[in-house]
Nanobody
Framework: QVQLVESGGGLVQAGGSLRLSCAAS????????MGWFRQAPGKEREFVSA??????????YYADSVKGRFTISRDNAKNTVYLQMNSLKPEDTAVYYC????????????????WGQGTQVTVSS
């Protein structure tokens, strides 16, 4: 009974910015960590960022490839997780997915139990 809907993707020039949103439903939203993953054509889905749940200190985590450029945040009152993406590169082009963490390392796909439908981000060179 968890539903996630991503939005905010689009086409942007290299160096530009986008903010992705993930609207979530479910009674456990505030307690669970949330993650962002991405998948480029022909490539495996990869970890982008995660943020811990309300009772876990609010820590954030980033893939090395996006650290310093992307910022994850959440607004529990709005049941929404955000991914602010700055200084975008063509290599960031992918479908971006948000997911609800349930157990295990934040960096691993297997730790997440619910996924959104994805939103396309395309960065032109």
């Amino acid at each position: 009974q968890v539903q996630l809907v991503e939005s905010g993707g689009g086409l942007v020039q290299a160096g530009g910015s986008l903010r992705l949103s993930c609207a979530a439903s479910g009674r456990t939203f505030s307690r669970n960590a949330m993650g962002w993953f991405r998948q480029a054509p022909g490539k495996e889905r990869e970890f982008v960022s995660a943020i811990s749940g309300s009772g876990s200190g609010g820590s954030t985590y980033y893939a090395d490839s996006v650290k310093g450029r992307f910022t994850i945040s959440r607004d529990n009152a709005k049941n929404t997780v955000y991914l602010q993406m700055n200084s975008l590169k063509p290599e960031d082009t992918a479908v971006y997915y948000c997911a609800v963490h349930y157990s295990g390392s934040y960096y691993l796909l297997a730790a997440y139990g619910y996924w959104g439908q994805g939103t396309q981000v395309t960065v032109s060179s």
